[in-house]
């Protein structure tokens, strides 16, 4: 399977599948020097695995990373990192009477047309667990990015028809409740949604929203390898994601050209700052040192209990409930994983920034 290798100079390559013998990540390109532990990666796993709430899957997997290679003496060493989770509750029977039909919002149909052959446990590569190898090497990403005092920030926006308030919204507490809403009382709100979402078997998508902070500027190359580009490509990746948006993002059509545009002025130190960011960060692509700002819209879990109408092997029309462990919604799980798709893509840019000038390269070599 093609398709599994993310990067040009920060390049990972993914493997494993949901209910295989385990998930992991090789990462080359990773400067030396870098102090690097299993516990720096440990914490973004631990936020991204199943089990920890009542609005997630009961599915119970540690999600333990081991690293294999590229350290030595808790330092990078410049060769190529690998990273493994073992799988350790897996329950493949649950799939075993969904192997002949295709699931309503699944890659049962489109994997079958491409390769004539699936792995129907938990959806294999398609499946949502697949992402854990993602946030192992986003975790590396944010370390090293942490090193220049980027920060990268997500958190759920909206849960269904409920969002947040920007009166009432505190980044700062986005991990005091179990959806990771930095608005305490549209966290309420959206548990109660939920709740009443799972008494009725069914499920519900929501927004995604990212900010990073200290982003260096001049980062994404112009024409097709945008910043911009590169970040929506990455995060609509993520196999939950339907739509991505940067700075203002779709209600910039709605806007005039002075209400949109982010005026510039010069600042009491004499640099160069803009009224406004609905650009979100870039300008023609490329990062302008203002907060990188951008959105994910995620889907609504598509395993749910309710009854659904689908078509199988034989020929024949049926409904279905899909039973098993699944996430009445996948946002909050989902957050670190465009944390981590950011850093990715974000590390690769500034890593290529480096050879864009002749000055950049006297400093090093000079």
Same mark, same amino acid.
């Given at each position: 399977? #093609?398709?599994?290798?993310?990067?040009?100079?920060?390049?990972?390559?993914?493997?494993?599948?949901?209910?295989?013998?385990? $998930?992991?990540?090789?990462?080359?390109?990773?400067?030396?020097?870098?102090?690097?532990?299993?516990?720096?990666?440990?914490?973004?796993?631990?936020?991204?695995?199943?089990?920890?709430?009542?609005?997630?899957?009961?599915?119970?997997?540690?999600?333990?990373?081991?690293?294999?290679?590229?350290?030595?003496?808790?330092?990078?060493?410049?060769?190529?990192?690998?990273?493994?989770? *073992?799988?350790?509750?897996?329950?493949?029977?649950?799939?075993?009477?969904?192997?002949?039909?295709?699931?309503?919002?699944?890659?049962?149909?489109?994997?079958?047309l491409k390769y004539g052959?699936?792995?129907?446990?938990? #959806?294999?590569?398609?499946?949502?667990?697949?992402?854990?190898?993602?946030?192992?090497?986003?975790?590396?990403?944010?370390?090293?990015?942490?090193?220049? /005092?980027?920060?990268?920030?997500?958190?759920?926006?909206?849960?269904?028809?409920?969002?947040?308030?920007?009166?009432?919204?505190?980044?700062?507490?986005?991990?005091?409740? *179990?959806?990771?809403?930095?608005?305490?009382?549209?966290?309420?709100?959206?548990?109660?949604?939920?709740?009443?979402?799972? =008494?009725?078997?069914?499920?519900?998508? /929501?927004?995604?929203?990212?900010?990073?902070?200290?982003?260096?500027?001049?980062?994404? =190359?112009?024409?097709?390898?945008?910043?911009?580009?590169?970040?929506?490509?990455?995060?609509?990746?993520?196999?939950?994601?339907?739509?991505?948006?940067?700075?203002?993002?779709?209600?910039?059509?709605?806007?005039?050209?002075?209400?949109?545009?982010?005026?510039?002025?010069f600042n009491g130190d004499?640099?160069?700052?803009? $009224?406004?960011?609905?650009?979100?960060?870039?300008?023609?692509?490329?990062?302008?040192?203002?907060?990188?700002?951008?959105?994910?819209?995620?889907?609504?879990?598509? #395993?749910?209990?309710?009854?659904?109408?689908?078509?199988?092997?034989?020929?024949?029309?049926?409904?279905?409930?899909?039973?098993?462990?699944?996430?009445?919604?996948?946002?909050?799980?989902?957050?670190?994983?465009?944390?981590?798709?950011?850093?990715?893509?974000?590390v690769d840019l500034l890593?290529?920034?480096?050879?864009?000038?002749?000055?950049?390269?006297?400093?090093?070599?000079?």
């Amino acid at each position: 399977m #093609s398709g599994s290798i993310l990067g040009d100079l920060f390049k990972i390559s993914t493997w494993g599948e949901s209910h295989g013998k385990g $998930l992991g990540v090789v990462i080359d390109g990773c400067p030396a020097g870098l102090e690097l532990s299993e516990e720096d990666i440990q914490s973004d796993l631990d936020r991204r695995k199943p089990g920890q709430s009542p609005f997630t899957t009961p599915r119970k997997e540690g999600d333990k990373v081991e690293l294999l290679s590229g350290i030595f003496k808790g330092k990078t060493t410049g060769t190529p990192i690998s990273l493994i989770i *073992f799988n350790k509750d897996q329950r493949s029977k649950d799939y075993s009477k969904l192997k002949d039909l295709y699931r309503p919002g699944h890659s049962d149909y489109s994997y079958d047309l491409k390769y004539g052959f699936r792995d129907y446990r938990g #959806s294999g590569r398609a499946s949502g667990r697949e992402t854990a190898a993602r946030v192992a090497a986003g975790a590396v990403a944010r370390k090293l990015l942490a090193e220049l /005092g980027v920060k990268i920030r997500a958190y759920t926006a909206s849960i269904g028809p409920v969002k947040i308030e920007a009166e009432n919204t505190k980044i700062e507490t986005r991990m005091d409740n *179990f959806l990771y809403m930095p608005d305490q009382k549209a966290a309420k709100k959206a548990e109660e949604y939920l709740t009443k979402l799972m =008494e009725e078997n069914n499920s519900s998508g /929501g927004t995604i929203e990212c900010r990073v902070d200290n982003i260096p500027k001049g980062l994404g =190359e112009p024409v097709f390898d945008k910043s911009d580009a590169l970040l929506a490509r990455a995060i609509m990746s993520i196999g939950a994601v339907k739509g991505v948006e940067i700075g203002s993002g779709f209600k910039a059509a709605e806007m005039t050209g002075h209400q949109h545009n982010d005026f510039f002025q010069f600042n009491g130190d004499g640099k160069i700052t803009k $009224l406004t960011n609905h650009a979100g960060g870039t300008l023609g692509g490329i990062t302008d040192g203002s907060e990188l700002v951008l959105r994910a819209a995620v889907k609504p879990t598509p #395993s749910i209990e309710k009854t659904q109408s689908t078509v199988n092997k034989s020929g024949e029309n049926i409904e279905i409930n899909i039973q098993g462990r699944h996430d009445p919604v996948i946002v909050p799980r989902a957050v670190v994983v465009v944390e981590a798709m950011t850093a990715l893509i974000l590390v690769d840019l500034l890593l290529k920034q480096m050879t864009t000038r002749l000055d950049y390269i006297k400093k090093v070599f000079g």
